[in-house]
């Protein structure tokens, strides 16, 4: 089984500064990915950014960047410059294999608030 | 249409209803989801289909029906719900297979059972 901890609620930041929103999850697998999906309020969820367990190198996409620390099992998002548009709910979500191979699991969801 | 669409978007329903829901989607996926987001829980995997097979049931009480015609379209037909089953049932779809795939969500259907 798999489980993924979200342990910020809520979070807020100002426009133009930068927010990191935490996350911490557990596997059994050694062959899995890890997601940062986002929830705008009253529109459909989109992929963030993705990272392979494999890979050491921390995944960026443009002003999104993940802090991957393996052997602590943690997977923060940082967002940079922060925009107005990027408020919403953030979900991280882990995808293993094994018995939950193609299950994606996760988190209790972070709202973030940004204020102009 | 594009993407991932699901009907109706709101649906109020008693306990002794039977209703379903629709999902279709347009980007020529071979897995479907089903998922329940309710407030200050987790998103819940209902069901998986891979190639029209129902590959995953977590643990899903039976007064939730999915059906899944072909790859395209996947249904949740409900039938005697309680109030506690009131959230929104979000759709989604991955080309299916791997684990570094990219799920697709619709808009979800917010569901009230009275």
């Known amino acids: 089984a798999q489980t993924v901890t979200q342990s910020q609620p809520e979070m807020s930041v100002q426009e133009a500064e930068t927010v990191t929103l935490s996350c911490t999850y557990d596997?059994?697998?050694?062959?899995?990915?890890l997601f940062w999906y986002k929830q705008p309020p009253s529109r459909q969820m989109i992929l963030v950014i993705r990272?392979?367990?494999?890979?050491?190198q921390n995944a960026t996409e443009n002003r999104f960047s993940v802090n991957f620390q393996k052997a602590a099992k943690s997977f923060s998002l940082k967002i940079s410059d922060s925009q107005l548009g990027d408020a919403a709910m953030y979900f991280c979500?882990?995808?293993?294999?094994?018995?939950?191979?193609?299950?994606?699991?996760f988190g209790q969801g972070t709202i973030l608030t940004v204020h102009p | 249409e594009t993407g991932v669409t699901q009907t109706p978007r709101h649906l109020v329903m008693g306990m002794t209803n039977k209703k379903s829901l629709k999902c279709e989607q347009h980007?020529?996926?071979?897995?479907m989801y089903w998922y329940k987001q309710s407030a200050k829980k987790p998103l819940e995997l209902m069901f998986v289909?891979?190639?029209?097979?129902?590959?995953e049931n977590n643990s899903v009480p039976s007064r939730f029906s999915p059906e899944c015609p072909n790859s395209s379209h996947l249904f949740l037909h409900l039938h005697t719900l309680q109030p506690e089953d009131s959230a929104l049932y979000l759709c989604?779809?991955?080309?299916?297979?791997?684990?570094?795939?990219?799920?697709?969500f619709g808009p979800g259907t917010r569901l009230t059972v009275l």
């Open positions: 289909y891979n190639f029209k097979e129902q590959t």
């Open positions: 596997t059994s697998e050694s062959d899995y990915y």
């Open positions: 990272q392979e367990a494999y890979k050491q």
């Open positions: 989604a779809s991955s080309q299916g297979g791997r684990l570094r795939e990219e799920q697709f």
């Open positions: 979500a882990v995808n293993a294999g094994g018995t939950s191979y193609g299950k994606l699991t």
């Open positions: 980007l020529g996926h071979n897995a």
